[in-house]
């Protein structure tokens, strides 16, 4: 079984910037991939990016790709959302999820087993 925390949500500017945790926990946390997903209210969920479990491998949305950057601390058991040049359409929340294997199936949302709580991102002025 995996637990995955979320955090570092919160209010952010448009053009701002915000980095957002999922620490992962578990048997064989990590030798998995780990993606982020987000949905805004009224929307389906989308999947906004992925890396694999060496973390060599990522792989983006066209809404996020060239400003967001995903990526992993294998020894804190992190993985990161950086994100900037943030929009309102970006507004959401955010989740984590991890999958049972080590690679990335694009960013579909359907590939992980396992999901975190979510944090709330919301992009005004």
């Known amino acids: 079984q995996l637990q995955l925390v979320e955090s570092g949500g919160g209010l952010v500017q448009p053009g701002g910037s915000l980095r957002l945790s999922c620490i992962t926990s578990?048997?064989?946390?990590?030798?998995?991939?780990v993606g982020w997903l987000r949905q805004a209210p009224g929307k389906e969920r989308e999947g906004v990016s992925c890396v694999d479990s060496g973390g060599s491998t990522t792989t983006y949305s066209d809404s996020v790709r060239g400003r967001f950057t995903v990526s992993r601390d294998r020894v804190k058991n992190t993985v990161y959302l950086e994100m900037n040049d943030v929009r309102p359409e970006d507004t959401g929340i955010y989740y984590c999820?991890?999958?049972?294997?080590?690679?990335?199936?694009?960013?579909?949302?359907?590939?992980?087993?396992?999901w975190g709580q979510g944090t709330q991102v919301t992009v005004s002025s």
């Open positions: 999820a991890a999958r049972t294997l080590w690679n990335c199936l694009g960013t579909r949302d359907t590939q992980y087993a396992y």
């Open positions: 578990g048997f064989r946390s990590d030798y998995v991939a």
